[in-house]
């Protein structure tokens, strides 16, 4: 559709961490610390801990971002939820470089596209008990902290940004909706720059709905196993710059989709996704052949992880590595196509990736027979460290809400 657009600074919160160098430590050395767990955090821990806040009557492990949260500032006290706390964490890391390209081009020039889906319900969740139980909304509450839209708005009275902002929900895929629409914004003259990426926190209306669905696991959820039977739950949010320069990553190509095969189970011959697939290749003006990696949806369902094989095996056939990581940070939902885009950017980065390390796939060892092989990562593995390189990140959401992004080195701005 367009040129390519520069990345030249992320921000990101998530249970691997907090900003980019404690996320690419645990990311490429396949950590699951950031799960919730029964006593210290351990590599390989034992039995999670209940957590009936979150889901009554079920033992279920969660990624957790562990710690204080930043402080809404009080003239943005409206908008004050864990969300936008997650959000803020990540917008903090990249506040400097805003205010660079707003100083560049004016607050007026600069859009905000941010994804979610829980926005802040668990306040609503939380607001609703205590109205239940005492007949009025606790001090404090304000219905606008749970506004689906509020992310975006939030995100842009934080920097006094003027330009286009509004916040994409299309589930799993909304994070990495952003680029697409914020890409959009730019090609058409509508700003010369944008903030992009998604947040989500959890919530107990999110675990109830899956385990309604039963797709929830009891145990660390196991992508593309034999033995999967579900997802595990996490929270998280990733924040980007988008411009037209050159930048060490570059965001290359896009393909988006949308199959409405049914509500909330994907299409079994996988004819959507790959369509997203070979769409984004086009885009980028790539082939299979030149994407060293590909960051799998895996969300370690009977469905998603049988559709997902089949339309990767079409386009990449079984030698390109890939991997799920929502085996070390759960599925963070209307975050995850931000979070693992900005996974591939740590892989991208030599700052942050000196040894080109590639994103273990956590499971048990255990092929589905009925799936097509697919080169899944052992840890230590790696990309040629010089030269050409991109990769490629899945989001698949409920209604066939389909969308690809292909994240490339590019060079000094």
Not at 311 to 335: N, Q, Y
Not at 345 to 354: Q, S, T, V
Request: aromatic content about 6%; charged content about 15%; hydrophobic content about 45%.
């Amino acid at each position: 559709m367009s040129a390519s657009l520069g990345i030249p600074a992320i921000g990101l919160v998530t249970p691997l961490g907090r900003g980019k160098a404690a996320t690419a430590a645990s990311l490429f050395a396949g950590s699951r610390a950031g799960l919730v767990w029964e006593g210290e955090h351990r590599e390989v821990p034992p039995i999670p801990i209940p957590d009936d806040r979150l889901i009554a009557g079920m033992t279920v492990p969660v990624g957790r971002v562990e710690g204080a949260l930043p402080e809404i500032p009080d003239h943005l006290s409206d908008y004050d939820c864990r969300n936008n706390r997650l959000m803020l964490a990540a917008l903090q890391e990249i506040s400097d470089d805003v205010s660079a390209v707003a100083d560049r081009y004016g607050r007026d020039r600069v859009a905000v596209v941010l994804g979610t889906s829980t926005a802040g319900i668990a306040e609503g969740e939380a607001a609703w008990a205590s109205f239940r139980q005492d007949g009025a909304w606790p001090p404090g509450y304000r219905y606008r902290q749970q506004e689906t839209g509020n992310l975006a708005d939030f995100a842009a009275r934080m920097f006094g940004l003027t330009g286009p902002a509004y916040t994409v929900a299309t589930a799993c895929s909304s994070g990495a909706k952003s680029f697409a629409s914020a890409r959009r914004l730019i090609a058409l003259g509508l700003c010369d720059a944008a903030v992009v990426g998604g947040a989500d926190s959890l919530c107990r209306m999110t675990l109830g709905g899956f385990r309604s669905l039963e797709a929830v696991s009891a145990r660390p959820c196991n992508p593309f196993s034999a033995n999967r039977d579900g997802i595990t739950i996490g929270e998280g949010a990733a924040a980007f710059v988008l411009v037209r320069d050159l930048a060490p990553v570059m965001l290359l190509g896009i393909g988006e989709g949308s199959d409405a095969h049914h509500v909330s189970a994907p299409d079994p011959t996988g004819r959507g996704a790959e369509t997203a697939m070979r769409l984004a290749l086009a885009d980028a003006g790539l082939g299979a052949g030149d994407i060293a990696y590909v960051n799998l949806h895996g969300t370690a369902t009977a469905l998603n992880d049988a559709m997902e094989s089949r339309a990767v095996a079409a386009v990449f056939g079984p030698e390109t590595p890939c991997s799920s990581t929502k085996a070390m940070t759960g599925h963070l939902l209307g975050a995850a196509g931000a979070c693992e885009a900005a996974f591939l950017w740590l892989a991208l980065h030599p700052e942050f990736n000196p040894s080109g390390l590639l994103p273990p796939h956590l499971w048990d060892g255990v092929p589905d027979a009925a799936l097509p092989r697919l080169a899944l990562t052992e840890p230590g593995a790696t990309v040629p460290g010089s030269g050409p390189l991109a990769m490629l990140s899945n989001s698949f959401a409920f209604g066939g809400n389909n969308m690809v992004l292909v994240l490339g080195r590019g060079g000094s701005s």
